[in-house]
């Protein structure tokens, strides 16, 4: 995907948020970003290939197993967002408070076309998670049960 979608959508003299570099490689980082914008969501954001891909989660990322919520695919974000916390100003793109909800580190157990199997370690997340690509941008982020 890039950094194109990101860079078109903000304008870099109004908004705090970082343009971002180059990208650097392979990273294993993770954050949650609260995000208090027109509706309030949780924006899940997982260091790969030199990006942050990421998915916004209306109802927040599940600490419980079985669990299902909607966390619908945004774009790349620049590696240098994992640390963004600010206020977004009135009128331009995602206007709002941004504040780190979680962060940490995790583990790709599987990538296929049909989704992600990964393992999270951060301050509040722990444990294995599969994001499913159900259709179009929408996919459906499940916290597994633990392995016995
Ligand atoms: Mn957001």
């Given at each position: 995907m890039g950094l194109e979608k990101y860079r078109q959508k903000r304008k870099f003299d109004k908004t705090p948020e970082p343009a971002g570099g180059a990208g650097s490689g392979e990273g294993n980082r993770f954050v949650v970003q609260k995000h208090q914008a027109s509706h309030l969501h949780y924006d899940f954001r997982l260091e790969i290939e030199g990006v942050l891909k990421s998915w916004a989660v209306p109802k927040g990322?599940?600490?419980?197993?079985g669990v299902r919520r909607l966390a619908v695919q945004t774009e790349d974000h620049p590696?240098?967002?994992?640390?963004f916390a600010g206020t977004i100003p009135?009128?331009?793109?995602?206007a709002g408070t941004v504040e780190i909800w979680d962060k940490g580190t995790f583990r790709l157990d599987n990538k296929s076309p049909e989704g992600l199997e990964f393992s999270l370690n951060g301050e509040k997340l722990s444990g294995a998670y599969v994001l499913i690509h159900t259709d179009g941008k929408n996919w459906l982020l499940i916290k597994r049960k633990e392995k016995p």
């Amino acid at each position: 995907m890039g950094l194109e979608k990101y860079r078109q959508k903000r304008k870099f003299d109004k908004t705090p948020e970082p343009a971002g570099g180059a990208g650097s490689g392979e990273g294993n980082r993770f954050v949650v970003q609260k995000h208090q914008a027109s509706h309030l969501h949780y924006d899940f954001r997982l260091e790969i290939e030199g990006v942050l891909k990421s998915w916004a989660v209306p109802k927040g990322v599940p600490d419980v197993s079985g669990v299902r919520r909607l966390a619908v695919q945004t774009e790349d974000h620049p590696v240098e967002y994992i640390d963004f916390a600010g206020t977004i100003p009135e009128g331009e793109y995602g206007a709002g408070t941004v504040e780190i909800w979680d962060k940490g580190t995790f583990r790709l157990d599987n990538k296929s076309p049909e989704g992600l199997e990964f393992s999270l370690n951060g301050e509040k997340l722990s444990g294995a998670y599969v994001l499913i690509h159900t259709d179009g941008k929408n996919w459906l982020l499940i916290k597994r049960k633990e392995k016995p």
